[in-house]
C-alpha cells in the first residue's frame, strides 16, 4: 500500500527554523515527482515545493523562494522541505504529495499525505 507520513511540523516564533520530512513506504520516491503543498485556515492548498523525477530538478512557489529548500534522500525514500526565516503567513497544514507538476495544480496529485501543522506565532 503506497503511504506518505510527513512529520516535524510544530509552532516557531517568526524568522525561526523548521524541517518537515516525508516518508515514503509502498514505492520509490525517486520515480515520481514529489511535492509539498500547504493550506491556511480559509484559503485553498496552494504549491510549495516540486522536485522533478527526470532530472532532481526543483520548482519553488514565489512566496517561498529563497527561504525554503526542498531535497530528496533516495537512500532513506524520505523526501525534506527546510524552511529558514519562517513568517505568519506561513502558518498551515502541509501535505507531501505524488506526484506533483511545476503548474502546482493539486488535480495532478494522485496520492497525499495526512499533513503536519506548522504554526509560525509569537
Known amino acids: 500500500q503506497l503511504q506518505l507520513v510527513e512529520s516535524g511540523g510544530g509552532l516557531v516564533q517568526p524568522g525561526g527554523s523548521l524541517r518537515l520530512s516525508c516518508a515514503a513506504s509502498g514505492f520509490l520516491l525517486d520515480y515520481y515527482a514529489i511535492g509539498w503543498f500547504r493550506q491556511a485556515p480559509g484559503k485553498e492548498r496552494e504549491g510549495v515545493s516540486c522536485i522533478s523525477s527526470s532530472d532532481g530538478s526543483i520548482d519553488y512557489a514565489d512566496s517561498v523562494k529563497g527561504r525554503f529548500t526542498a531535497s530528496r534522500d533516495n537512500a532513506k525514500n524520505t523526501v525534506y522541505l527546510q524552511m529558514n526565516s519562517l513568517k505568519p503567513e506561513d502558518t498551515a497544514v502541509y501535505y507531501c504529495?505524488?506526484?506533483?507538476?511545476?503548474?502546482?495544480?493539486?488535480?495532478?496529485?494522485?496520492?497525499w499525505g495526512q499533513g503536519t501543522q506548522v504554526t509560525v506565532s509569537s
Open positions: 504529495a505524488a506526484e506533483c507538476r511545476s503548474t502546482f495544480s493539486s488535480r495532478d496529485i494522485d496520492y
